[in-house]
């Protein structure tokens, strides 16, 4: 495995504009969740894909926040009209199966500033 | 709903000394895992052990070793004789469709 991959790495932005961040999964990864990290907090839930489809959001994924997964490999993570609340740690996670039980294996993320 | 408390935001030791990182849950399923995760000063979360609530016994990996006591609904952690790579940021999960994190203790080792 070549493990989850993000990019960009780090992403510096204005207030108002758009972002798009990507998470490149293990392959044969069936899921694929998107966190969000604050300094000093963990990793909180924003939302997971089963193959391609989306099956749930987190309250703190906003009508500014949408992600896809449209052929069931990579993922897309976009912010529209940042503010700067919005600066995080943007964490991707992949896992084979669903199931508590099941590991899931962490992105070094992105890290996102909104100036 | 499913609650993750570590109560110690931030734990400093020497080098050698033993440490132990709190875990408090709080779940309403009868079956659930329970997994801690390390997060070095480079970012990346690393998996380091899934306990499932039927297996209380402790569990024990080199220097790590893992306390699960159903009853006070506890998951520490200790690690012993640490090092300073150990130094790192630690973290509770209770896993259900998502992972629910604690949010962390951080465990500075010094020379």
């Known amino acids: 495995d070549t493990g989850v991959s993000q990019n960009p790495r780090h992403k510096i932005t204005k207030r108002g504009q758009n972002v798009t961040f990507r998470c490149d999964p293990i392959?044969?990864?069936?899921?694929l969740y998107w966190y969000r990290q604050t300094l000093g907090q963990g990793p909180e839930f924003l939302t997971y894909?089963?193959?391609?489809?989306?099956?749930?959001k987190s309250r703190l994924l906003s009508d500014r926040f949408s992600a896809e997964r449209p052929k069931g490999s990579f993922s897309t993570l976009e912010i529209q009209r940042t503010e700067q609340g919005d600066s995080a740690m943007y964490l991707c996670a992949s896992s084979r199966l669903a199931g508590s039980y099941n590991e899931q294996f962490f992105g070094p993320g992105t890290r996102l500033t909104v100036l | 709903a499913q609650k993750v408390t570590q109560a110690q935001t931030e734990i400093s030791v020497v080098e050698k000394e033993d440490v132990t990182l709190d875990c408090v849950y709080e779940t309403r399923d009868t079956t659930y895992y329970l997994f801690w995760y390390k997060q070095p000063p480079s970012g990346e979360l690393v998996f380091l052990i899934r306990?499932?609530?039927?297996?209380?016994q402790n569990e024990i990996s080199g220097r790590y070793s893992w306390n699960f006591q159903k009853s006070t609904s506890s998951f520490n952690f200790t690690i012993t004789a640490s090092q300073v790579v150990d130094s790192a940021v630690y973290f509770c999960?209770?896993?259900?469709?998502?992972?629910?994190f604690g949010k962390g203790t951080k465990l500075t080792v010094n020379p």
């Open positions: 999960a209770l896993p259900s469709e998502k992972l629910v």
């Open positions: 392959s044969e990864h069936n899921r």
């Open positions: 306990r499932n609530s039927f297996d209380e």
């Open positions: 894909f089963q193959n391609e489809a989306q099956l749930e």
